[in-house]
């Protein structure tokens, strides 16, 4: 589907709950859902400490140990601030989002925003949703599911993937001839 075939005009409109959406994405397309940060840290405490038996290999085990410890103390450490971080979070709450050919928008509890879709300055598929982030507009999820339903999932799809060039075009640097 070209550029040209996405101005066609489309309507769609959906409402989730964002606590709902945070669970979907979180646990979403990781490939390695199954390792979790600790197991990490105990493979390479193991292969660390394997390392130091043979003669070749201590300062490389040393080495490893000690990156390891430093890790995992950086992150022990940051667990505090991630707390605190949760008060600024979005609370909780049921919003309604929808888009047409040419804007988006989210509505929630006290707040609404809308924004053109040449506002969107990243976007990518992620638990069953597509992820807008724009400047000045809260990230917004749109259920792919829905989109489908309403025959926009395409269209939004090619205003993306043109506004995604457009955007690449803009941040790329010229390089100066090498004289």
Do not use: C
């Not at 890790?71 to 979005?90: C, I, L, N, P």
């Amino acid at each position: 589907m070209s550029a040209a075939d996405a101005v066609q005009p489309f309507r769609f409109e959906a409402t989730y709950n964002t606590s709902d959406v945070e669970t979907a994405v979180a646990r979403g397309d990781r490939p390695f859902r199954h390792v979790s940060v600790d197991r990490i840290f105990i493979a390479l405490g193991i292969v660390g400490v394997l390392l130091l038996f043979w003669i070749y290999t201590i300062a490389l085990g040393a080495a490893i140990l000690a990156i390891a410890t430093f890790a995992w103390g950086v992150r022990e450490k940051s667990r505090g601030g991630q707390k605190r971080a949760r008060r600024f979070m979005q609370p909780a709450e049921t919003v309604r989002v929808g888009g047409n050919e040419s804007e988006y928008w989210i509505e929630g509890d006290g707040f609404s925003a809308r924004a053109a879709w040449m506002r969107v300055r990243t976007s990518h598929e992620l638990g069953g949703y597509v992820l807008l982030r724009a400047l000045r507009v809260p990230t917004v999820y749109l259920p792919i599911a829905v989109l489908q339903e309403a025959g926009a999932y395409e269209h939004v799809k090619a205003i993306l993937d043109e506004r995604h060039r457009v955007f690449q075009e803009e941040m790329a640097v010229p390089l100066r001839p090498v004289t």
